[in-house]
């Protein structure tokens, strides 16, 4: 199948600031596909070219088979679109704003005020855009995004500033939009959040992509080395451990141990050694390196700089 | 997109009436300073005075109007600005609406609230006008519309490239306040200074006023030609102008 978005040799420049240059990527057919990195990056840059806002310097953009900027309109009908720090009229009411998108696209008000229940927006339909909290605003967002039944969905920082739980709550709303058969394309600076929902995920760093697979892929290509902390009873058993085959590392703290190693069968490797050596085992736990040890594996520098 | 325009035009209105000084500022006040002004000015003067009165019958109407125009235009202005700085602009764009579509509601909005506001001061005007004044209410109406839309293509202007919310007002204000006092509403043209008329010629204003203080004396249309061609050119520059210049964010 024809891939959904495809981004050849993509360069934008504002001014004399290279703001994305040769960036290339596919986004398939019902998956939730992450353009991630730090604020700067040129994330929102590409997602507001692929969506037909801007105009690409250089490159070739096709989206649904589309020229997103001549074919603006056509792929309009076809596309959703959430826009980082957007906001509506103040004092427009939500109910006011599904019907009116609705009505954009054709649809029936009653597509609107369904999808106001989906998102448990109900209640809040005669209330004013002002007075939203942040995940309820967000939540409104998504709710034209979706309203004319979009192939495509675009979320741009969907959840930037969010309390953790209404972030937990957008969530499980995009995996349940990916469940209804639709294709994701969504910017996030937060790693966890690309690690819990993206199928794949494209690192993007000063205008340029870094790297691009699922998340499970990347952290095993780039941080392939597998923590375990151990906690033990018996202190002495320190040299045992090190002995242990494919362990690299070993770090003691009172009666803690931190044991490295890699490779997949490190894990099962280190259980059979200390199970074989009868080791009394109080706690035994793995540490899995995230996207962001791979981000500083990538980049040499942390996320949050 | 017909729908689209009207649907936007009447959520505009509706959101419009919901500021805190909508509805109070458009109408209410206007239509308080006329009052006043007409109690003022009105019950001082016997009738027959002020049926002939230039001043009563032809000037202080169209100074009421353009007034409210520029009142309007300084508004879509301000409304730009704030739409823009919020990003609405570009969430709006980013939608089956052509960017035609939104700006030409925005107008409307502004067209139909100074229609309301004209409306409701001749209503009340009725009780200071003589009632033996004949207005040609058509012609009227149709050269205020005229001139409107050329004062607000000249707005639009200026909506295109001010920057931030702060200084919208200020700037607008600074291009349409000084036009108020070589427009020839109060001192006609001709007893301006040589330089000074020669300044009066290229301020759409002049022709907005000449064309609106004919047309309450009774003037046929071919007496104004030369105002209307005046105001659609300045019309068709700050379209054209405002089309390249626009910003959306």
Known sequence: ?305 | MLRGLLGLTWLEIKIFMREPLGAIGSFLVPVLVYVVLGRLTGNRLPPGAAASSEMMRVTLPVFGAVVIVINAVLSLITIIAIYREGGILKRLRATPLRPATILTAHVLVKLVFTAITLLLMVLVGRRYYPADLHLPVVNVTLALLIATCSILSMGFVVASMVRTTRFAQPAGALLFYPMFGLCGLFVPLNALPPRLHMLARFIPLTYAVSLLKGMMRGDPWSAHVTDIAALALVFAICIALSARVFRWE
């Open chain 1, 1 to 305: 199948m024809a891939p959904v978005i495809a981004v050849a040799g993509f360069r934008k420049t504002y001014g004399s600031t290279v703001a994305v240059d040769d960036v290339s990527f596919e986004v398939r057919d019902g998956e939730i596909f992450g353009l991630i990195g730090p604020n700067g990056a040129g994330k929102t840059t590409t997602m507001e070219c692929v969506e037909g806002l801007r105009r690409p310097d250089r490159g070739s953009i096709a989206v649904l088979g589309l020229d997103p900027f001549r074919d603006v309109y056509k792929l309009q009908h076809r596309i959703g679109v959430q826009l980082q720090q957007a906001q509506l009229q103040k004092r427009i009411k939500v109910v006011e704003a599904v019907h009116f998108w609705a009505s954009l696209y054709g649809k029936p008000a009653t597509d609107g005020d369904r999808l106001l229940d989906q998102l448990g927006l109900a209640e809040k339909r005669n209330a004013w855009f002002m007075t939203l909290s942040g995940g309820q605003k967000q939540r409104l967002f998504i709710a034209l995004a979706l309203v004319n039944d979009p192939q495509l969905v675009f979320l741009d920082e969907l959840t930037t500033g969010l309390d953790p739980q209404a972030r937990r709550a957008i969530w499980d709303l995009i995996r349940g939009i990916r469940a209804r058969g639709k294709t994701v394309f969504l910017t996030t600076h937060l790693m966890e959040e690309a690690e819990r929902l993206c199928d794949r995920v494209a690192i993007i760093e000063h205008g340029r992509i870094i790297d691009m697979d699922t998340p499970e892929r990347l952290v095993a290509r780039h941080c392939p080395e597998r923590t375990v902390v151990l906690t033990t009873t018996d202190v002495g058993v320190e040299e045992a451990l090190r002995a242990l085959p494919g362990v690299e590392r070993v770090e003691r703290q009172d009666n803690r141990f931190t044991i490295q190693g890699r490779g997949d069968d490190f894990v099962g490797a280190l259980i059979h050694g200390v199970s074989a050596h009868a080791i009394p085992v109080q706690d035994f736990r793995t540490v899995h390196p995230t996207l962001e040890d791979v981000f500083l594996r990538l980049t040499g520098h942390s996320f949050r700089d």
